[in-house]
DNA sequence: GAGTGGTCTAGACCACCCA
DNA sequence: GGGTGGTCTAGACCACTCA
């Protein structure tokens, strides 16, 4: 450890490199503290500390008498645990997505805006339908980079459970470290009504997402249309 | 220090009693970790470590030579920063707030829901109207226990900038630790839409949120109706 | 230069999980 | 019972702020 940043911030984004290179994988357990500190020639307190803040956004899960395992983040229930569906009466929707189009394009101005593109950048279009027990709730336009995405394979015969984004990092060893979200109104289009089944021209909520990754670059644009939504803010 | 719950969060729980009665004022200076640690009689590490977590939260800040401030939460950038309310161009708002009424009355079936109440509990609620540069944006319609808050006085003479969070806080001791929102579209009720100088009918966002106690006791059943708004989720 | 927080160490003992 | 993380200590040295 030769730089003059503190010990814990090299440790930390070491461990950091590794996850996202994919030499450690989601679900692995790390080496314990006591053998990272002898590996990283540093003491426990100080691994402790690199990790500390990793496990506050969500990345390694610290389990006492198991191990610190790096989080399997198969749903959105892991990563974004914030944001939730919900029914109209107040219940919480679980979801499952099917895949409705792909496509490979050129982008829109938003698009370009929004993933920081030029106009001759080519971008996937997904769209989704997310249901529960076979309810329609969610429709769902997803642009991502055709660059960064060439390798994603999305199969369109069964219903996905995993989140998106566990795709993304398993095939295109691209992580999700955070999202912004905007929201608004809007009226249901026909290809939304059609999806979700209710009337064209209802009103609906219009969800805009940015998810950007650890180096905090654009990696996907998702628009949302739904009924009804929660948000969880301020964990304890 | 006789309790067998660790230290740390002893340490923390009593930093935070302080501030939550007044003892230590927002803006004040904590003493030096090395006082605090003496004074507590733990060690300098146990301390810090009680701290942590309150500097994570925005509720200390911590400056380098200089001392530990206890963070004059002014305003909702302060805590509640992840929630945003925005223009329908993108820009972000900066509001400020104005009482309309204020009035005790009984709780309706919602509030009694959202508040832990029963029907004979009285509740106090607050309409404002919240604009920028004279611009109005938001109005909001706020229940609290009536119980909890009877030493609360608003001043309706003049524009509020401070959170009303901050009243909370100084005026009854409670200090809010996370909210959970919902959001849903509505049509423009009468005195929606006069306050928001938009039609009756028009449609609008309707964000409900309970904000909870230290103890995770409900404390606030907010309703807020506005054009658009932004949530920034999962700060690095 | 005195005092503050920031990093780091090398230990101790405890609580938990699992074979 | 062996290994893991969780808490806690008592120091060391450094970097920053302010008089």
Redesign the interface.
């Known amino acids: 450890m030769l730089e003059n940043r503190p010990l814990y911030l090299q440790a930390r984004d070491a461990l950091m490199r590794q996850i996202a290179e994919g030499t450690l994988q989601p679900g692995d357990f790390l080496p314990s503290e006591q053998q990272l500190a002898a590996t990283l020639g540093i003491s426990v307190g100080t691994v402790r500390k690199a990790t500390e803040e990793l496990v506050?956004?969500?990345i390694l899960d610290r389990q006492h008498g198991r191990g610190t395992q790096i989080v399997p983040h198969t749903s959105d229930r892991s990563?974004?645990r914030?944001?939730r569906f919900?029914h109209?009466d107040?219940r919480q929707a679980r979801l499952t997505a099917r895949l409705l189009t792909r496509k490979t394009q050129n982008p829109n101005r938003e698009e370009q805006l929004r993933l920081s593109l030029s106009k001759n950048d080519q971008v996937i279009v997904i769209t989704r339908a997310r249901s529960e027990n076979g309810v329609p709730l969610v429709f769902e336009r997803i642009c991502i980079p055709a660059k960064r995405f060439e390798r994603l394979s999305v199969e369109s015969d069964r219903d996905m459970v995993e989140e998106i984004y566990v795709l993304y990092q398993k095939q295109c060893g691209e992580m999700v470290?955070?999202?912004?979200?905007?929201?608004?109104?809007d009226l249901a289009s026909s290809s939304v009504s059609k999806e979700l089944k209710i009337a064209a021209g209802s009103?609906?909520?219009l969800v805009k997402r940015v998810a950007v990754s650890l180096a905090?670059e654009p990696l996907e644009f998702r628009q949302s249309w739904t009924q009804?939504?929660?948000?969880?803010?301020?964990?304890?």
């Open positions: 506050a956004q969500g990563r974004f914030f944001f919900i109209p107040g470290r955070s999202a912004t979200d905007e929201i608004e109104y009103p609906v909520l905090n009804a939504l929660r948000y969880r803010s301020h964990l304890e």
